[in-house]
């Protein structure tokens, strides 16, 4: 079992309440190349069918998660990143940065885009209409910028 990204932080907000180890790991708030601010206020809003959100992704960047966020989750505790970026070689630098880090276990692909300027510039891994080719190239294109 794993968490929602998003839904459990960087994962020590939840240590006080139980052992993280004992779940089958965290999946961690999406993180970019750089700190992001997300959406200025208000990010929440409750409605009769529940509650509506758009933070806009906030994180402290893939240096601050490695140096500061995987060292204050306790020995144990399985980690996957989630990665997120307007731009595939951000993208893939984000990637890089994570490979070989002891403390994450797996990447997950954040492709949300929250902004229309984002919309136009986001990560495209496959042109459309490009079938299983495209989308083999684009995957083999991806590793080679993350390697």
Known sequence: MLTASGTFGY???FAPFFDLARIGGIV???ITLEP???NRPPRIA???A????AIGLENVGVDAFI???LPALAAGVVVVASVFE???DRYAEVCKRLSGVPRVAGLRDQRFVSTREE???RVRPARRGAGAAGARDAARDLRARCS
């Open 11 to 13: 994962g020590a907000e």
């Open 28 to 30: 961690a708030k999406s």
């Open 36 to 38: 992001r601010q997300g």
């Open 46 to 48: 409750e409605t009769p």
């Open 50 to 53: 529940g509650m509506l959100n």
């Open 67 to 69: 140096t500061e966020k």
């Open 86 to 88: 307007t731009e595939i």
């Open 119 to 121: 919309r136009r510039n």
